[in-house]
């Protein structure tokens, strides 16, 4: 038994202790059952008729129904051990997940994660509801088998004694020289899994590369991992299910025929031959619901790494300790920022010095792999900096609450994200309480309002995972209402128009240049014809500015900008 698991079991302990105590209870019956079938059988034997044995025939009938409802309250017992590890377990990832932040949480794979928190939680929760119950009362109960029976023979119990002890020692040393590690199937699991939402997120594009049949045969190639890990994990268990049934036969045959010997010769009463065989068979009874839930325990602690590795992961940001209040004002600045993604990579900035005066509209441009988005994702402390500091307001962001410094920006990414659900929900993402009216201002001011009033159930309609049903300009429009309507003082655009249709661009570009006006505005911007009447422009390359200064002017000096906007005329 693993220590992660004893520790993520503590929230449920309650319910696991009413789970043994249950399950001991249901012990208690099999061995009263035991008893009184010994005496059944001798008063039969000894009376020749039923009379003698009716008290004790309605004993036993009595204590088959009360195990009856034992067993009923154990399932219930159960079920809500497992309901409350599903729910707390969930709770517990999800926060944590949160609170890690989506820099650490992108650095995992989606799959990886997926199959943490769905098929792990599940793992465990048999664990916790199942087999850790039928750990105790598998003790409790050969105990409470062997002491009963010591009191009826000693010499017998001896014996039984050392069958049920016999069992998880030859199962121990099996289980060691035999079983895979379960964190195998995990690891193929979880392979399986996130390449397979892989392959769904990106099925048009391996549609479009006619790579739909190389991605299959891959898919497969992890498909028939996984069922090797669990062929090999299968073969090994149905194997330890015969040695369990074997020592366990053994056990009873062993018993029977030594106290057989013994009544023969006249060393011991019949009924405690009766006793001694029944209670032979309880004593394993314990064990064999063991036995049963033995997968539940591999395939736990497989399980248990991941989860209480993602629950021990530390936040790649933190709180700080001594928040400071909002900044007054929101000039932003970078002094002398230098920051890597992982250790040993080129530094995706170095010594990045640059300000954005409140309300000024700045553009960053550069080429591909430049740093720009780096930028945007540092000013929205997706990662700390290794080296410099980044101040909103004249404030270290750093000292900044997280949900503070993100209540002052609003972001048009790239990629965004629209979440299943309808327009409306998706555009009440950056205000909850925003009216119907105030939605409406804000898709209209973004000209999405008459597309979306064109569809059958106007701003109600749903849209698919990942805005499926939209097309990309439209998706884009969505999110700059959606930034519109959050009406953040700071405004983030990365290619806030790169794939919007040119009938739309002019209008687009007109109204971010009135929402920018009254904002401090950073753009990331490809096309440079979009920028022009941005108030300054930072060129960047290799990590660095390389250049700062008004459209005209940079063209002027011929030198980065003038480069780019070359290069750009040669791409068109
Ligand atoms: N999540 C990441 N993990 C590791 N390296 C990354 C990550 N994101 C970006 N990089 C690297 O950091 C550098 C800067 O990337 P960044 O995305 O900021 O450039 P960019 O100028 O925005 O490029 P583009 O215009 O193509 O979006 C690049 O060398 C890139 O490979």
Redesign the pocket.
Known sequence: MSRQLLDLAWPVRSKIAMSVMIGALITGCYLLQGVLLALILAALIAEGGLAGAVPWLFGFASVVLIRGGLAWLAEMAAQATALATKEELRRKLLTRLIEIGP?AA??RKTGDLQTTIVAGVEALESYYSRYLPAVFVAVFGCLSVLLGLAFVDWRSALLLGAFVAALPIADFFWLRWRMPKSSGIFVAMGEFGAYLLDSLQGIVTLKAFHAIDRRRAALADRAGDLRREAMAALAVTLMRTGLTGLITLLGIAVVLSFNSWRVAAGDLAPVALFMALFLAREAFRPLERLEKEFHTAWSASGAAAPIAELLAAAPLVSEPERPASLPRHTDISFESVA????DD?????SSVSFTVKENEFVA?V????????????LLLRLFNPQAGVIRIGGTNICDLPLDTLRSLISVVS?DTYLFHGTIADNLRLAKPSATMPEIQAAAQAAHIDAFILSLPKGYETEIGERGAHLSGGQRQRIAIARALLKDAPILLL??ATSSVDPRNEKAIQDSLDALARRRTTLV?A?RLSTIRKADRILV?AD?RIVEEGPHDQLERRGEHYSRLMLAQGEAA
């Open positions: 820099g992108a650095r920051f890597n993604y992982e990579a080129k530094p995706a900035l960053l550069g080429p591909s792999g430049a740093g720009k988005s780096t930028v945007i994702s790239q990365d290619e990331i490809h960047m990590g």
